[in-house]
Nanobody, 123 residues
Framework: QVQLVESGGGLVQAGGSLRLSCAAS????????MGWFRQAPGKEREFVAA????????NYASSVKGRFTISRDNAKNTVALQMNSLKPEDTAVYYC????????????????WGQGTQVTVSS
């Protein structure tokens, strides 16, 4: 049974930082591309960042480029999202996802999803 468990969310002031982590189990982690998505109240779930299986390839939404960094540790089956210079518009539930295909910004390309972790940025 595949499980993706996010952690690290919380409440932070604008300009602050948070580091999200996602622990994966039940899959051959090093063969999956991993992504982070987020969903704010009343909005659709949107792409944030993705990383290829080896960690060499990454992709970011334009809204977070230069502020967020995605990384992975295949030895520990984890993927992280370092979020700096946070803004109130970054407030959302953040989801970790795994894709058996190539790195992708598209939700339907992801096979497995975590339950999400809340990030709230106050102004």
């Amino acid at each position: 049974q595949v499980q993706l468990v996010e952690s690290g969310g919380g409440l932070v002031q604008a300009g602050g930082s948070l580091r999200l982590s996602c622990a994966a189990s039940g899959l051959t982690f090093s063969t999956y591309a991993m992504g982070w998505f987020r969903q704010a109240p009343g909005k659709e779930r949107e792409f944030v960042a993705a990383i290829g299986w080896s960690g060499r390839n990454t992709n970011y939404a334009s809204s977070v480029k230069g502020r967020f960094t995605i990384s992975r540790d295949n030895a520990k089956n984890t993927v992280a999202l370092q979020m700096n210079s946070l803004k109130p518009e970054d407030t959302a539930v953040y989801y970790c996802a795994a894709s058996s295909g190539f790195i992708s910004i598209t939700r339907r390309e992801y096979d497995y999803w975590g339950q999400g972790t809340q990030v709230t940025v106050s102004s």
